[in-house]
Structure formats: structure tokens, C-alpha cells
């Protein structure tokens, strides 16, 4: 059985940094590519951040660029999620999500979440 | 990355269809043939009913069905059920990116 069990999550004052992680079980994780998908309180959502299988391709949606950094060890079977310049407009629950089979661009398994409050 | 547009909210009694639209740019739906559709009930984590535009996860009803044409996708769902009351969100391919719809709230009246 597929899981992937978010943690990290907390309340972090503005300009803070935090870190995400995501620990995935049940599948081949290192040949899987993964991503970051976040959900404000009452909004929709929104894709974050994607890492390859292997680690070396990284990408990252506009309103993160420069100040998040995705990465992973498949040592340990764990995405990880460096936020750096937290802001008000980050506080979300931040789902860690992991990609179709063969690298298909749909999300298959979602973890459960884990929530980020940026406040003073 | 703008998002891609869905309509804010949809009804249908129980029984009937109804359809979604996804609304996005020849920059992702219409380049692509990689939507994907998501149900989201208040609380808990999306999940996946659609992908590659009409191709539907195993263990999903037959009754969610999808389509494309140009630059818009569509979710309908046939036989409306109760439990089909939840949110629910279209995805695109972007190039290096991924871009999701606004979402829509469906409500089974």
C-alpha cells in the first residue's frame, strides 16, 4: 500500500525558513518523480514544486522561485521541501504528492498533508 | 503560470449529469493531452479520478468521464450520487510546470 506521510509543518514568523518532509512507502520511490501541491485555507490548489526520480531535475512554480528548494533522498525514501522567506501568502497545507507510473503528469497518491502557518 | 478556469460552482439533483469545464491556453490544455481531475471531499487530501484527459484510475466509477476540445477540458459525471458532493480540481501539463484550475464545488441538491 502506497503511503506518503507529510511532517515539519508549524507556525513560523515572517521571514522565517522551515522544512517539509515527506516520507514515502509501498512503491519504488526512487524511480518515482514527485512534487509539492499546496492548499491555502479555503482556496484551491496549487503545485508548488516537482523533483525527478533521480534527483537531478528540479522545478518550481513562480510564487517560490528562489526561496524553496526541493529535494530528496532515496536512501531514506523521503522528499523534502527547504522554505526559506516565508511569507504570509505561504500559510497552506502543503501536500507532498507523488507522479504517475512511468512519469505520467497526473498525481496518483496524495499524503495527508501537513499544515504551515506563516505569522507574527 | 496563470491558473487554469473552472467555474465556481455546479448543481445537479440526484440522477442527473452534469459536466465541468477547464478552461486554459494553448500553453498547457490545449498543447496537451495530459489533464488530469481530482476530487477533494472538506478535510481530506485530493484524489485522483481522471487522467490523461479521459483515462480513470482503477477502482474509479465509470460513472466520471472526461473530454477535451482546443484549450478546454471537461469533467462530467453521469448518475449523480450524493457522495459526488465535494470539490473538484482540473490539473494541466505546463512544460516545466504543472497549473491547476480555481476548482469547483459540486452540490448535489
Known amino acids: 500500500e502506497v503511503q506518503l506521510v507529510e511532517s515539519g509543518g508549524g507556525l513560523v514568523q515572517p521571514g522565517g525558513s522551515l522544512r517539509l518532509s515527506c516520507a514515502a512507502s509501498?512503491?519504488?520511490?526512487?524511480?518515482?518523480?514527485m512534487s509539492w501541491v499546496r492548499q491555502a485555507p479555503g482556496k484551491g490548489l496549487e503545485w508548488v514544486s516537482g523533483?525527478?526520480?533521480?534527483?537531478?531535475?528540479?522545478f518550481y512554480g513562480d510564487s517560490v522561485k528562489g526561496r524553496f528548494t526541493i529535494s530528496r533522498d532515496n536512501s531514506k525514501n523521503t522528499l523534502y521541501l527547504q522554505m526559506i522567506s516565508l511569507r504570509a501568502e505561504d500559510t497552506a497545507v502543503y501536500y507532498c504528492?507523488?507522479?504517475?507510473?512511468?512519469?505520467?503528469?497526473?498525481?496518483?497518491?496524495w499524503g495527508q498533508g501537513t499544515l504551515v502557518t506563516v505569522s507574527s | 503560470q496563470s491558473a487554469l478556469t473552472q467555474p465556481a460552482s455546479v448543481s445537479g439533483s440526484p440522477g442527473q449529469s452534469i459536466t465541468i469545464s477547464c478552461t486554459g491556453t494553448?500553453?498547457?490544455?490545449?498543447?496537451?493531452?495530459?489533464v488530469s481531475w481530482y476530487q477533494q471531499h472538506p478535510g481530506k487530501a485530493p484524489k485522483l479520478i481522471l487522467y490523461?484527459?479521459?483515462k480513470r484510475p482503477s477502482g474509479v466509477s465509470n460513472r466520471f468521464s472526461g473530454s477535451k476540445s482546443g484549450s478546454t477540458a471537461s469533467l462530467t459525471i453521469s448518475g449523480l450520487q450524493a457522495e459526488d458532493e465535494a470539490d473538484y480540481y482540473c490539473?494541466?501539463?505546463?512544460?516545466?510546470?504543472?497549473?491547476f484550475g480555481g476548482g469547483t464545488k459540486l452540490t448535489v441538491l
Open positions: 523533483i525527478s526520480g533521480n534527483g537531478v531535475n528540479t
Open positions: 490539473c494541466s501539463y505546463a512544460g516545466s510546470s504543472t497549473v
Open positions: 494553448s500553453s498547457d490544455v490545449g498543447s496537451y493531452n495530459l
Open positions: 509501498g512503491f519504488t520511490f526512487s524511480s518515482s518523480a
Open positions: 490523461e484527459g479521459s
Open positions: 504528492a507523488k507522479r504517475g507510473r512511468s512519469g505520467g503528469y497526473y498525481f496518483d497518491y
